[in-house]
């Protein structure tokens, strides 16, 4: 049974910083690995998706990386801000259509 | 854009009403999710869809059932509201085939139920 762990539980840095959140997943046969944000009380807004024949993707200042071999994947965010403030969950894809969801990383930006 | 709409963002509800949570995206997706979300457990699924009057269970189906009728309108439905169902639910859809493998969950804004 695929598990998504995602550490740290909660973040705070100061605004301007570069910071990386992780997620590791027990079985390495998926098609794709997402990260999510989530704002307090509101749905889920996709951030990034990677296949699984890809080693990472990039939007801005995010940038997510896949190692499929080890089961891990990093999100990093560049010259943080408050707006950035928000749960950032990690998903992965390993059969049907069904996602596995790791508990989320809340991060907070101090201006 | 794609559209993930719920029919209510709070409901208080007592225990042992029937409570029906309704979805409609207007995307034209085969796929539809109903999540919960709660403290220290994160997501969980408790049903989809993959085509209008299919449905699969997800992890955690106790309690709850569904309905789809029409490709866009995906219904969660609890017989007997107990204060254990109190959560966040959340509903998602995606499109089916190689869009689905390439294509991501589009998530509603949630509804927040609270049972009494």
């Known amino acids: 049974k695929q598990e998504v762990t995602q550490i740290p539980a909660a973040l705070s840095v100061p605004e301007g910083e570069n910071l990386v959140l992780n997620c590791s997943f027990t079985?390495?046969?998926?098609?794709?690995l997402q990260w999510f944000r989530q704002d307090p009380g509101k749905g889920l807004t996709s951030l990034l998706l990677?296949?699984?024949?890809?080693r990472e993707q990039t939007s801005g200042r995010l940038n997510a990386s896949l190692d499929k071999s080890s089961g891990r994947s990093t999100l990093y965010i560049a010259a943080s801000q408050p707006g950035d403030s928000a749960t950032y969950l990690c998903?992965?894809?390993?059969?049907?259509?069904?996602?596995?969801f790791g508990q989320g990383t809340r991060l907070t930006i101090n201006p | 854009d794609v559209k993930v709409t719920q029919s209510s963002r709070y409901l208080v509800k007592r225990t042992g009403e029937k409570v029906f949570l309704e979805c409609v995206q207007d995307?034209?997706?085969?796929?539809m999710f109903w999540y919960r979300q709660d403290p220290g457990l994160g997501l969980r699924l408790i049903y989809f869809?993959?085509?209008?009057?299919?449905?699969e269970k997800g992890d955690i189906p106790e309690g709850y059932s569904v309905s789809r009728e029409k490709k866009e309108r995906f219904s969660l439905i609890l017989e007997s509201a107990s204060t254990n169902q109190t959560s966040m639910y959340l509903c998602?859809?995606?499109?089916?085939?190689?869009?689905?493998?390439?294509?991501?969950?589009?998530f509603g804004p949630g509804t927040r139920l609270t049972v009494l």
């Open positions: 995307m034209d997706h085969e796929n």
């Open positions: 869809s993959y085509d209008v009057k299919m449905k």
């Open positions: 079985d390495s046969a998926i098609y794709n």
């Open positions: 998602a859809s995606s499109p089916d085939g190689l869009a689905g493998v390439t294509d991501t969950q589009y």
């Open positions: 990677i296949q699984s024949s890809q």
């Open positions: 998903a992965v894809r390993s059969g049907a259509q069904k996602l596995v």
